[in-house]
């Protein structure tokens, strides 16, 4: 057993040390189930290489008969970042985010009636793609709520010069983490039904 014991930490420490390659298929799984809300940032700023391949993934979202209703506003000016902080705390980006994104719904793209407010749809899936690419490349973000509520709408309005035909459903700031909170297990089975409730 003495002699074992030493073969069994030397193969641990191996493991351990060279573990398998994920596949394609475990590193999006792992990216997903690992995200967390990041709401504390160091000063590094992200670069444009990286503040073009969060746009690019979420302009990759799915969306309504495809009508991409959506703008995206990237801040970064020092002056407006603080501004935002001031008048909409619940942003988070008075943590020294370097930057912002404004995800908006277009409503002059979106269909008529009440399919309008697939724009919400459309939007929430775009930030969802964002937090992830954002997650997969090292950075922190956390969604942060405009929309529904219409004195945040109005401020972030006023603040970016937002045209009436723009909502801005909510400001993701993103950089890099200068926390690292916790993931969080949600697997509920109580939340799943199959075929009827
Ligand atoms: C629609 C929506 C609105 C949210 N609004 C805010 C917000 O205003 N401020 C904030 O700090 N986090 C906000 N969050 C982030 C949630 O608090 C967070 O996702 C939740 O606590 C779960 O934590 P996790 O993202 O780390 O899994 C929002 C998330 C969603 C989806």
């Given at each position: 057993?003495?002699?074992?014991?030493?073969?069994?930490?030397?193969?641990?420490?191996?493991?351990?040390?060279?573990?398998?390659?994920q596949?394609?298929?475990?590193?999006?799984?792992?990216?997903?189930?690992?995200?967390?809300?990041?709401?504390?940032?160091?000063?590094?700023?992200?670069?444009?290489?990286?503040?073009?391949?969060?746009?690019?993934?979420?302009?990759a979202?799915?969306?309504?008969?495809?009508r991409?209703?959506?703008?995206?506003?990237?801040?970064?000016?020092?002056?407006?970042?603080?501004?935002?902080?001031?008048?909409l705390?619940?942003t988070?980006?008075?943590?020294?985010?370097?930057?912002c994104?404004?995800?908006?719904?277009?409503?002059?793209?979106?269909?008529?009636?009440?399919?309008q407010?697939?724009?919400?749809?459309?939007?929430?899936?775009?930030?969802?793609?964002?937090?992830?690419?954002?997650?997969?490349?090292?950075?922190?973000?956390?969604?942060?709520?405009?929309?529904?509520?219409?004195?945040?709408?109005?401020?972030?309005?006023?603040?970016?010069?937002?045209?009436?035909?723009?909502?801005?459903?909510?400001?993701?700031?993103?950089?890099?983490?200068?926390?690292?909170?916790?993931?969080?297990?949600?697997?509920?089975?109580?939340?799943?039904?199959?075929?009827?409730?």
């Open positions: 057993m003495k002699r074992i014991i030493p073969i069994l930490i030397a193969m641990a420490t191996m493991v351990s040390c060279n573990p398998r390659p596949s394609a298929q475990e590193q999006v799984v792992n990216n997903i189930l690992t995200r967390v809300s990041v709401r504390q940032f160091t000063d590094q700023r992200p670069s444009d290489e990286q503040v073009q391949t969060l746009l690019r993934c979420a302009m979202a799915p969306s309504a008969v495809n991409q209703p959506w703008a995206f506003i990237v801040v970064d000016d020092p002056a407006l970042l603080k501004q935002i902080g001031d008048s705390p619940n988070r980006v008075q943590n020294n985010a370097p930057l994104f404004v995800m908006c719904g277009d409503l002059n793209k979106t269909m008529e009636g009440e399919a407010e697939f724009w919400i749809h459309d939007v929430s899936a775009c930030t969802e793609n964002l937090l992830l690419a954002a997650h997969s490349m090292g950075l922190g973000a956390v969604w942060c709520a405009i929309q529904p509520n219409a004195e945040r709408i109005r401020m972030a309005r006023q603040i970016l010069n937002i045209p009436d035909n723009l909502i801005p459903l909510c400001i993701v700031p993103v950089g890099y983490p200068a926390e690292q909170p916790a993931v969080k297990d949600k697997w509920k089975e109580e939340n799943v039904f199959y075929n009827r409730f």
